[in-house]
């Protein structure tokens, strides 16, 4: 059964500059180059972060149907001013209509915005939207401002009201000496943020101020939010006086987010799948990055524990929904 990923970021081959401090690419071949910040090496990169053939060809490789693509979050530019912020999610905007226009049915480009000025991230979601994109991905927070900020949540509020699906990535995670160790950032702040975030949406009240109808799924399985959904809850109950800051208990508001099936393993996707739904679990694979899952969608297809109708969702239906 084919299935659609929702979890896909691209890196143009080239970008005009973007003011000082902004990311760079050093292109060393045509099919390699590196992500440059200022003089140190971010990331190396190969041409399947631009080229759509080679994307498409590693799609059918592993039964992809379609896959949402969209930005990788280091050029996201929250630090920046309104103006600066604007024209680069323009920049990169226009850029991932070009990668995705070779197969408009399958590479289905999420737009980024300046998401720290809330006019111009509406602004620039109208603009992105009109031009072609199906939806939009935004950082977890922006700097100390987190997803139940005013502006965050009158921007998520536009975008219910457009019917724009919303993708939420870590980003930007806290640096440390203990961290820099293999990888601890990505190993264990990207979890922890995307869990980080999802509390702020729910005792921040979020979820009981934007309708229903917003569709907003967190990167990464969630993070560690579904395991730890029960202390959660405890706290809730018996910390009333501290967090029960929302209008219900936390459980009361799992089937108002999804979360991708970037776990790796059957056990923890059967833990996604048993606290948050099957109707709640989308396939993701984080392609073309090598933290990512390849072949997209393995873990899905390999539980044993789902039966037929619920595989079909996790691999499928849920996408389709969600992309509207």
Request: glycine fraction near 10%; proline fraction near 7%; include cysteine.
């Amino acid at each position: 059964m084919r299935a659609i990923d929702v979890h896909s970021h691209f890196v143009p081959h080239g970008w005009p500059d973007l003011g000082e401090g902004m990311p760079w690419l050093r292109a060393e071949t045509e099919r390699e180059a590196v992500i440059m910040a200022g003089s140190d090496e971010f990331r190396r990169i190969r041409s399947d972060c631009w080229d759509a053939s080679v994307r498409l060809g590693d799609m059918d490789a592993d039964g992809i149907e379609a896959q949402v693509v969209s930005p990788t979050p280091v050029f996201f530019g929250y630090d920046t001013s309104p103006g600066q912020g604007e024209k680069i999610a323009r920049v990169f905007n226009d850029l991932a209509l070009e990668i995705c226009a070779p197969a408009p049915g399958r590479l289905i480009p999420f737009c980024q915005v300046p998401l720290q000025d809330t006019d111009a991230a509406c602004r620039e979601l109208d603009r992105a939207v009109a031009a072609g994109h199906r939806g939009v991905e935004i950082g977890n927070h922006v700097g100390d401002r987190d997803l139940d900020d005013a502006g965050v949540v009158t921007f998520l509020q536009h975008a219910a009201s457009l019917g724009v699906p919303v993708f939420v990535h870590p980003w930007d995670m806290p640096d440390a000496p203990r961290l820099d160790r293999w990888m601890a950032r990505w190993l264990t702040g990207m979890p922890a943020e995307t869990h980080l975030s999802i509390i702020a949406m729910i005792l921040g009240g979020v979820f009981d101020r934007v309708p229903p109808s917003l569709r907003i799924c967190f990167a990464h399985g969630g993070g560690s939010f579904a395991f730890w959904l029960g202390r959660l809850e405890n706290a809730w109950h018996q910390r009333a006086d501290i967090i029960a800051t929302s209008e219900k208990p936390p459980s009361e508001y799992v089937g108002r987010f999804s979360v991708d099936s970037v776990v790796f393993t059957e056990p923890a996707l059967r833990n996604l799948v048993d606290t948050l739904g099957a109707e709640q679990v989308m396939v993701g694979s984080d392609y073309p990055y090598p933290l990512g899952e390849r072949p997209a969608g393995g873990v899905v297809r390999r539980a044993s524990f789902l039966d037929e109708a619920s595989r079909e969702l996790l691999l499928r239906g849920n996408a389709k929904r969600f992309l509207g």
